[in-house]
């Protein structure tokens, strides 16, 4: 199990960046697939990106359609951090967005396949 954290929500105007970032603690970050989702007012979550984990062996990454060439995923193993770089917002952005993780060499899309999530930090894109 991993504890996670996430920040660098804020307010931007459309077409600027922001970076989220999530720490988490555990010994077994490293053995985690990461992942981000969104939750819209009145929308169920929705997947974003995940990235998977094992140290020495390249990560995958894969990206809703929504997203894709915005958006880019990574995580850093030795300090137990996965990031969310995203450009190019739009209005439709605009959520709570929540670092997961699970202990699976996978990614999946599903929120319900993962086991641990952090609080969630808020993205508002103003048009």
């Known amino acids: 199990q991993v504890h996670l954290v996430e920040s660098g929500g804020g307010l931007v105007q459309a077409g600027g960046s922001l970076r989220l970032s999530c720490a988490a603690s555990?010994?077994?970050?490293?053995?985690?697939?990461m992942a981000w989702f969104r939750q819209a007012p009145g929308k169920e979550r929705a997947f974003v990106a995940y990235?998977?984990?094992?140290?020495?062996?390249?990560?995958?990454?894969d990206y809703a359609d929504s997203v894709k060439g915005r958006f880019t995923i990574s995580r850093d193993n030795a300090k137990n951090t996965v990031n969310l770089q995203m450009n190019s917002l739009k209005p439709e952005d605009t959520a709570v967005y929540y670092c997961?993780?699970?202990?699976?060499?996978?990614?999946?899309?599903?929120?319900?396949?993962?086991?641990?999530w952090g609080q969630g930090t808020q993205v508002t894109v103003s048009s």
């Open positions: 997961a993780g699970r202990a699976q060499k996978s990614g999946s899309l599903y929120s319900s396949t993962y086991d641990d």
């Open positions: 555990g010994r077994t970050f490293s053995a985690y697939t």
């Open positions: 990235i998977t984990g094992p140290s020495g062996i390249t990560p995958y990454a």
